[in-house]
């Protein structure tokens, strides 16, 4: 197919619920994308925060391929090593005891929901079914986790929700504990938000939430969808916090770039839990379980992590010194940062990828810069010396 062909069958027979721009992506390598016509792009969106070994990483490419050829799918009916195998390095690597799989973000979320109400139900705590969630936050689109994402424009063309929802103000502790109450079974935050402008969490409001769950029995759900698994240079995002959760869910770059899910939790949450309360399908086959492992073997080194660090404290440097009047501010830890404009980011997108630069938003004024974890000092050079050029010609 050529590239006008692909585009045209896209628009003609895919549903339209995304905006993308003109051109199709073939190949990747490493840092870079490769187009259709050949054209290269240093990608610093990853996908949308997911593919932190960069493209078909030569390693990660071999152990798919080794173990397509031998077992891809059975079902979670029947045991396979490398579920097991994954759940160990989760589990010994977090505070959690044990996980469940699934196949996304949003697929995570859901389970921390169910998970959360079933244990309030197991202590004998009926009535106990409330969440608190906070403005900015995002959390996925299936119902549950829509239901617990702030912006209203995503939620809205779908109600009624799931019922039982409060919203209170981000990084507000005052505001928290006039939400959370003993009819509270969860509450769930991202440590950085990332779809809601790249908004990291204070220390003072992740304890003072970790406090009142205490106070009233909620349990504590941090989603690192996004923000987890080494994206700000430490493995999970809350350990900057020294806050430790009940439930933790993962996703976006666990199997660099394969669909996985994964809700990690305490035995006391686990305990709460009887084979038949949820399942599924397709999740934590052997596929994405093997290329999941050489994503958090490679990841979870402690000289990678540093790596992720140094290059993120590098390109924030890069940014905060940008002469543009444009930048309001630069945010975010490690390398997953927002810098917000004073104006709409999208025609700087659309002008940067013309100079071969992918990168992505986070809302209408906010560029959201969240390259592989691979990422060096002379592609971070490169991509913020287009930016600057684009946010000089005022793009
Ligand atoms: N939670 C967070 C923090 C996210 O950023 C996202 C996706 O952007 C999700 C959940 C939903 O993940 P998925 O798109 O895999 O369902």
Redesign the pocket.
């Known amino acids: 197919m050529k590239t006008e062909e692909v585009i045209q069958a896209e628009a003609n027979y895919v549903v339209q619920t995304y905006v993308r721009p003109p051109l199709v992506f073939e190949r990747g390598a490493g840092m870079y994308l490769f187009d259709s016509d050949g054209r290269r792009y240093l990608d610093f969106a990853a996908g ?1 925060a997911v593919t932190a070994l960069g493209h078909s990483d030569p390693e990660w490419a071999q152990a798919v391929a080794d173990q397509a050829g031998k077992l891809v799918h059975v079902s979670n009916l029947y045991h396979t090593a490398p579920q097991a195998a994954l759940a160990e390095r989760l589990v010994t690597h977090s505070f959690a005891d044990r996980v469940f799989f699934c196949n ?4 995570a ?1 859901e389970a921390a929901i169910k998970f959360a109400r079933k244990y309030a139900q197991a202590a004998g705590a009926g009535a106990k079914t409330q969440i608190v969630a906070f403005s900015g936050g ?4 299936t119902v549950g ?1 829509l239901s617990v994402t702030h912006k209203a424009q995503y939620r809205e063309p779908f109600a009624p929700l799931m019922p039982g929802v409060t919203f209170a103000p981000f990084n507000d502790a005052d505001a928290a504990a006039a939400a959370i109450n003993d009819a509270t079974c969860a509450v769930i935050v ?1 440590p950085v938000q ?2 809601g402008g790249v908004r990291p969490a204070t220390a003072e409001f992740l304890q003072a939430l970790r406090a009142l769950c205490n106070r009233h029995g909620a349990l504590l759900i941090f ?1 690192e ?3 987890g698994l080494g994206r700000t240079g430490r493995l999970w995002a809350h350990q900057a916090y020294g806050v430790i959760p009940d439930i933790m ?1 993962l ?2 770059p666990l199997a660099g770039g394969l669909p996985i ?1 994964a809700t990690l939790v305490t035995q006391a949450v686990a305990a709460a839990l009887q084979p038949g309360d949820h399942g599924s399908t397709f999740a934590a086959g052997p596929l994405v379980c093997r290329a999941a492992q050489v994503v958090f073997d490679r990841v979870s080194r402690p000289e990678f992590l540093a790596q992720v660090r140094a290059n993120g404290a590098y390109l924030r440097h890069r940014l905060e010194t940008l002469e543009s009047e444009a930048i309001v501010e630069v945010r975010g830890a490690g390398l997953l940062l927002g810098v917000e404009l004073a104006t709409a980011v999208a025609p700087i997108i659309t002008a940067a990828r013309a100079q071969g630069l992918i990168l992505i938003n986070a809302g209408t004024d906010v560029l959201r810069i969240a390259p592989p974890l691979i990422v060096g000092r002379a592609e971070i050079d490169a991509a913020v010396d287009i930016l600057a050029t684009c946010l000089a010609a005022g793009a």
């Open positions: 949308i996304s973000g949003a697929e979320n995002f959390h996925g689109r986790a991202e990332g779809e989603d969808v996004q923000c869910t996703a976006k899910g």
